[in-house]
């Protein structure tokens, strides 16, 4: 029996949480075995990937990616998606705020809406939103919510929390995106241009465990105004295609129709 799923876990400097976050992915994605866990490395340069190297030795199911530099977090996903062998992949974030336990209804979800893609709808994106009170800052709460709104009223992707890490999705699917750097921020906005159905799920979220956040609230913010222009220029350029009739998928694997 093939992989069921891959879990893709994009880490930096995160040594003194990464051991606990894989033994509770592993540990609670029993329910969807047989899967793996990928971890990507972004150029860390403490024991992050030491650690991951000493826990891919001792546990097949575990695999470690590394950057030999910072590449940043769309480029690290991507980079676990394009090693992932399973034919779906979620992500999860790896400070451990997200509960993985909540990746497997993530995962039944989309593998029960996939059914109905076999009359020709395409297979949906899965998107995490954290519910309840939220273990952040109130500086980043307040710059998380003024991103959220900015991002729906402008993009209108029906997501309120597309900064949630936690996402499921099918790979192949993934791999057709544009990629740059910020565009995991944007996945619900994009997967629906390219005419994926969008799945809100309500997950935890949980005070970090330990260190500190690689990133700056008003860094974000500003990088975000940015990468939201250049979505926006996107969806308005990408002219996805529809669906494909059944008689012109046969032809297409005959060779007689030419894909697009």
């Not at 040594?15 to 969807?32: F, M, Y």
């Not at 509960?99 to 998107?127: H, R």
Request: aromatic share 6%; net charge positive.
């Amino acid at each position: 029996m093939g992989l069921r799923a891959s879990i893709v876990i994009a880490v930096l400097n995160e040594a003194e949480n990464v051991g606990s976050v894989c033994d509770e992915t592993l540990r609670k994605l029993a329910p969807v075995a047989p899967f793996e866990v990928v971890f990507v490395d972004d150029g860390s340069n403490d024991a992050t990937p030491d650690i991951l190297a000493d826990i891919a030795a001792r546990d097949g199911r575990v695999r470690l990616v590394r950057h030999d530099r910072r590449c940043g977090k769309s480029q690290a996903v991507r980079t676990g998606v394009l090693a992932a062998r399973a034919a779906w992949v979620a992500t999860i974030d790896g400070d451990g705020q997200n509960d993985p336990g909540d990746l497997v209804a993530m995962l039944q979800a989309a593998w029960a809406a996939n059914g109905g893609a076999e009359g020709g709808d395409k297979p949906p994106l899965v998107a995490g939103n954290r519910r309840g009170q939220r273990k952040d800052p109130w500086s980043r709460l307040a710059a998380t919510r003024i991103a959220n709104g900015l991002r729906a009223a402008v993009l209108g992707d029906h997501c309120p929390d597309t900064g949630c890490g936690m996402k499921a999705f099918p790979r192949e699917a993934f791999l057709l995106l544009p990629c740059f750097e910020g565009m995991h921020r944007f996945l619900p906005a994009l997967f629906q241009r390219y005419g994926h159905p969008l799945i809100n799920v309500p997950v935890q979220h949980r005070p970090r465990m330990a260190g500190s956040s690689k990133y700056t609230n008003w860094g974000r913010a500003l990088v975000g105004v940015f990468d939201l222009l250049g979505v926006i220029w996107l969806v308005r350029r990408t002219r996805a295609p529809g669906r494909v009739s059944e008689v012109e998928a046969a032809a297409r694997e005959r060779g007689e129709v030419e894909r697009t």
